[in-house]
C-alpha cells in the first residue's frame, strides 16, 4: 500500500510538472510562435487541463472528475463567501488606485478586454485547478501526504512562477514570500470549506480582479495601502473559517499535518 502510494505520488507530481512546464519545453524545441492572442491563451492551458484531466480521468475514475477535484461543491456558497471578502480590496482599490483603460478598451477585436478576463478569471480558475485540486489535493486527499508537506511543495513552485514580477533581488523574495504563502492559505481554505475548490477559485479571481480592474500594482508584492486591506480580506476568510470550523468540525487535524488518511468519496 505505502509503495502503491509512493508510485502515484511520483506520477502526480511528473504529470503536474509536465503540464505546467510542458508548454515551455515545446516552444523552446520547436520555436512555437502563435500570433492570435486568444489561441496563445488556450494553448497555454491545454498544457495544464490535458494531461491531468486525463490522470485523473485514469486513476480516479470510479469517484468521478469534478468529485475528486472538488468541483461537484456549492458554487454560490463560494460566490457569495468570496464576494464579501474581497470587497474591502475592491473598495480600497477604486479609491487609492485608477480604472485600467482595458476595462472598456475593444479596440483590436477586444483582445485587450479579453486579456483582462485571461488574467482574472482564467488565471484564477486554471491556477487553482492545477496547483490545489491536482497537485495539493491528489498528494493530500488521495495519497496520504500531510497539509504541510503537501501544501508547502505546491507553494515552493507557486512562488517561483510569480518571481518574473520582481525587478529587485528583495522585491523578487517579497513577491516569491507572498504568493508562497498565499498559495498555503488558498490549500487551508480549500480543505476547512469541504474540498470545494470554488471557494479558493472565486476568491483568486476577485483579487486578482481587484488589482487589474484598478491599476494599484505592477506585481502581486503591492504597497502598504493595499496590502493592510489585502490582509483585512485574509482575516475575513480566517475567522469565518475558524468559525464554520469550530460549528461543522474542522477538516485538517493535527493528525494530518504530516501524514493523511485518504479519502474514500
Known amino acids: 500500500m505505502i509503495k502503491n502510494r509512493l508510485l502515484t505520488s511520483v506520477a502526480v507530481i511528473a504529470v503536474f510538472l509536465i503540464a505546467y512546464y510542458g508548454r515551455r519545453i515545446v516552444d523552446h524545441l520547436f ?24 490522470f485523473v480521468f485514469f486513476t480516479e475514475k470510479r469517484h468521478g472528475f469534478s468529485r475528486i477535484l472538488g468541483l461537484d461543491r456549492g458554487i454560490g456558497k463560494a460566490l457569495l463567501f ?14 487609492a488606485g485608477s480604472v485600467n483603460p ?3 478598451n475593444f479596440s483590436e477585436g477586444g483582445v485587450h478586454a479579453f486579456q ?14 492545477l496547483f490545489r485540486g491536482f497537485l495539493f489535493g491528489l498528494l493530500f486527499l488521495r495519497y496520504g501526504w500531510g497539509f504541510i508537506p503537501a501544501s ?16 529587485t533581488l528583495s522585491e523578487t523574495a517579497g513577491v516569491f514570500a507572498v504568493t508562497a504563502m498565499g498559495a498555503v492559505w488558498f490549500a487551508w481554505l480549500y480543505i476547512e470549506w ?18 487589474t480592474m484598478f491599476e494599484v500594482s505592477d506585481n502581486a508584492l503591492g504597497g502598504v495601502g493595499v496590502n493592510v486591506f489585502r490582509i483585512i480580506t485574509i482575516a475575513i476568510t480566517v475567522v469565518f473559517t475558524i468559525r464554520k470550523g469550530k460549528i461543522e468540525g474542522r477538516k485538517i487535524g493535527k ?3 504530516f501524514f493523511s488518511t485518504p479519502i474514500n468519496g
Open 116 to 129: 483582462l478576463v485571461s488574467k482574472t478569471i482564467f488565471a484564477g480558475f486554471f491556477e487553482e485547478y
Open 194 to 211: 469541504d474540498r470545494n475548490l470554488w471557494v479558493p477559485v472565486f476568491l483568486h479571481v476577485f483579487m486578482n480582479a481587484s488589482w
Open 82 to 95: 468570496a464576494g464579501f471578502a474581497v470587497s474591502p480590496m475592491f473598495i480600497s482599490s477604486a479609491i
Open 31 to 54: 520555436d512555437i510562435q502563435i500570433q492570435s492572442y486568444y489561441l496563445r491563451v488556450f494553448y497555454a492551458y491545454s498544457f495544464w487541463v490535458i494531461p491531468t484531466a486525463v
Open 255 to 257: 493528525n494530518n499535518l
Open 152 to 167: 508547502v511543495l505546491g507553494a515552493f513552485v507557486f512562488g517561483l512562477g510569480h518571481i518574473y514580477q520582481g525587478n
Open 102 to 104: 482595458d476595462v472598456y
